[in-house]
């Protein structure tokens, strides 16, 4: 059974750094496109960033800069490192796998696999 695990949320300061984690079980994450997405209240659900099965990344202009996804093949385990955080960033962090094939985009409905979410809380 799929399975995406998000931690290493939490409140953190204005400028600030945060990494997630998405630990991923019953597929391996290199072979697919996975991403980032997040969700604000009130706001509809955004790709962050995203890394395809050939390890090319892609960002978010709102983001570009300052995050950075990776994944580590031998532990099945997707990052992303958030540096100089702003107010702006606080929502609800998603992992997800989209293992349909073709090219690798940041759009919610292309992503059939989703972790539970973790919580980013960035204040002044």
């Known amino acids: 059974q799929l399975q995406l695990v998000e931690s290493g949320g939490g409140p953190v300061q204005v400028g600030g750094s945060l990494r997630l984690s998405c630990a991923a079980s019953?597929?391996?994450?290199?072979?697919?496109?996975m991403a980032w997405f997040r969700q604000a209240p009130g706001k509809e659900r955004e790709g962050v960033a995203s890394?395809?099965?050939?390890?090319?990344?892609s960002y978010a202009d709102s983001v570009k800069g300052r995050f950075t996804i990776s994944k580590d093949n031998v532990k099945n385990t997707l990052y992303l490192q958030m540096n100089s955080l702003e107010p702006e960033d606080t929502a609800m962090y998603y992992c997800?796998?989209?293992?349909?094939?073709?090219?690798?985009?940041?759009?919610?409905?292309?992503?059939?696999?989703w972790g539970q979410g973790t919580q980013v809380t960035v204040s002044s």
């Open positions: 997800a796998a989209d293992v349909g094939g073709g090219i690798c985009i940041r759009r919610p409905e292309r992503f059939g696999y």
């Open positions: 019953g597929i391996t994450i290199s072979r697919y496109c």
């Open positions: 890394v395809d099965s050939s390890g090319h990344s």
